[in-house]
């Protein structure tokens, strides 16, 4: 039994490692039993499983110094790569890519790695240029996984999920308004829900959640006056049973549980900035 519930804090994200490494290897293992990983933050790894081990795939990020540890074991290694290396100035990370030279390490890894594997062909292109190894393949979903199987929670309410992490600043600012303005319609008012999932904050403490709230609700305002004790416990940032209400909060909860939201969902809304940057999103939203 898995319960959508607490305040988002103390859960594991990771959603990359989640879709890219974790899943697909568990689901090859299944297929082929000869074939088995092993998932390490460290290459500290004991010598008999390098002895073992045929191939290493990192993900995202290789430092010089993995690559010539793995270079002495004698193994060949790629890289996995999920999005564009190069953010725009408005993405929450900007600053930190830039201060700690995030892209150009990326592409240290792309250039010397044996081969590349990518979500697109759009991203594919741009590893060519430095990789000419690059295969795509696509994010996927174990379908035998518990946390994806359809088992729908029955609601009176047409419900309307975002599910985007704290990362989408400006791609949820696209629509905003117009959400908030969604409130203002009797029938939206009495039939509707936006659901906001993956919420963690806590009181008078900054949070993207609170703002992506902010945002969508023009700061509560929009079912302040009709839910007056519920919009109360919100501003309070106390976890409250929303089922009722046009607006709701699903809190966050551990990557692997990242499927069971999709049952409080009946529409996904998944605006993206038209930039370089998002036109090299993998499918994984669709």
């Known amino acids: ?32 039993p000869e074939f088995d990983f092993i998932t390490s933050n460290t290459l500290d790894i004991n010598e008999e499983v390098v002895k073992q081990t045929d191939l290493v795939l990192f993900t995202r990020t290789v430092t010089k110094a993995d690559a010539e540890i793995v270079n002495g074991w004698g193994k060949p290694w790629g890289v996995d ?67 994806w199987q359809s088992n729908k929670i029955k609601s009176n309410r047409v419900r309307f999920g975002f599910t985007q992490g704290t990362t989408h600043v400006p791609d949820l600012m696209l629509i905003e308004k117009s959400v908030s303005e969604s409130f203002k319609d009797s029938k939206f008012i009495h039939n509707g829900q936006i659901v906001l999932c993956g919420f963690h904050a806590k009181f008078n403490e900054p949070s993207v959640s609170v703002g992506y709230e902010r945002g969508l609700t023009d700061n509560l305002s ?55 940057f998002n036109s090299c999103k993998s499918n994984i939203k669709m």
Request: proline share 5%; aromatic share 12%; glycine share 6%.
């Open 1 to 32: 039994i898995h319960e959508l519930s607490g305040s988002g804090d103390n859960v594991t994200y990771g959603a990359v490692p989640y879709y890219r490494m974790q899943k697909p290897h568990e689901v090859l293992n299944r297929l082929y």
């Open 81 to 147: 790569i999920d999005d564009y290396w190069y953010l725009p100035e408005d993405h929450i990370l900007f600053n930190h890519y830039k201060e700690n030279k995030l892209a150009e390490k990326i592409e240290y890894g792309l250039t010397h790695a044996h081969f590349v594997i990518t979500t697109t062909e759009i991203l594919a292109d741009k590893v060519s240029k430095l990789n000419k190894n690059v295969y795509i393949i696509e994010n996927g979903i174990d379908t035998k996984d518990p946390a």
């Open 222 to 276: 929009v079912i302040e006056s009709l839910y007056p004790n519920y919009v109360k416990s919100l501003k309070k940032i106390k976890p409250v049973n929303g089922n009722s209400y046009p607006y709701k909060r699903v809190y966050g909860v551990d990557v692997n549980a990242f499927g069971y939201i999709h049952n409080e969902l009946d529409i996904i809304v998944a605006p993206l900035a038209a930039n370089e």
